[in-house]
């Protein structure tokens, strides 16, 4: 399963980088992706980076204030966070998404078993 790390309490106009190793996942060509679940809400997919050529995609929510990126070699996924508002506050998840790229709903098409999440906090 993927482990995320990166998560803590920031303030008003804060930035956070989270990191994701997928380190004994074999997620191949495949996308990878960032979720999010907010307290009381369901799971979302907000970003979604391609294999090799790293095109992405971003959920309204959170474009222009958030960069994702991937490095092939470590098997890693990164999520840069500016402006942090109230409602970035969730428990963030990374996810191979079983897409080339980052087309239509590509957050229906998450494979393997969730990871620990890692907690992001709007103070």
Known sequence: QPVESGGAS???GGSLNLSCTFSGV???DFARA????AP???REGISCISFSVGKTSYQDSVKGRFIISRDD???MVYLEMNSLKPEDTAMYYCA???RIDCSGSW???RAGAWGPG???TRS
């Not at 960032?34 to 679940?37: A, D, G, K, T, V």
Request: aromatic share 16%.
């Open 73 to 75: 070699a470590r098997n």
């Open 10 to 12: 920031v303030q008003a």
């Open 118 to 120: 890692t907690q992001v």
């Open 107 to 109: 957050w229906d098409f």
């Open 26 to 28: 074999n997620g191949g």
């Open 40 to 42: 009381g809400k369901g």
């Open 34 to 37: 960032w979720f999010r679940q």
């Open 96 to 98: 191979v998404v079983t």
